[in-house]
Nanobody, 120 residues
Framework: QVQLVESGGGLVQPGGSLRLSCAAS????????MGWYRQAPGKQRELVAT???????VYVDAVKGRFTISRDNAKNTVFLQMNSLKPEDTAVYYC??????????????WGQGTQVTVSS
């Protein structure tokens, strides 16, 4: 089992910045992809950004140029730097980790979610 602990959410004014962190722990063999998703009230969960084991990144169009995803492989941690935040970025943000076990089984793990609210 892999556990994910997120931190860094909160209330920020439009134009402000926040940095989310997600640390993975437990029976880690090999972490493949890591990413962030978000879910706004009344909407489906959507991809925000992902980063591969090799550092390749993908962003949803709505956050390109404003958000940056990064990872620290030594600490099994993924970050999301969010700048120029807008009210429409308000959502619960979920960390996601794609993990390969020692038996080559692949599982998708989710964090508990952290609230990001952008409001004046």
């Amino acid at each position: 089992q892999v556990q994910l602990v997120e931190s860094g959410g909160g209330l920020v004014q439009p134009g402000g910045s926040l940095r989310l962190s997600c640390a993975a722990s437990g029976s880690i063999f090999r972490i493949l992809g890591m990413g962030w998703y978000r879910q706004a009230p009344g909407k489906q969960r959507e991809l925000v950004a992902t980063i591969s084991n090799g550092g390749n990144t993908v962003y949803v169009d709505a956050v390109k140029g404003r958000f940056t995803i990064s990872r620290d492989n030594a600490k099994n941690t993924v970050f999301l730097q969010m700048n120029s935040l807008k009210p429409e970025d308000t959502a619960v943000y979920y960390c996601n980790v794609l993990h390969k076990s020692v038996t080559s089984a692949i599982f998708n793990y989710w964090g508990q979610g952290t609230q990001v609210t952008v409001s004046s």
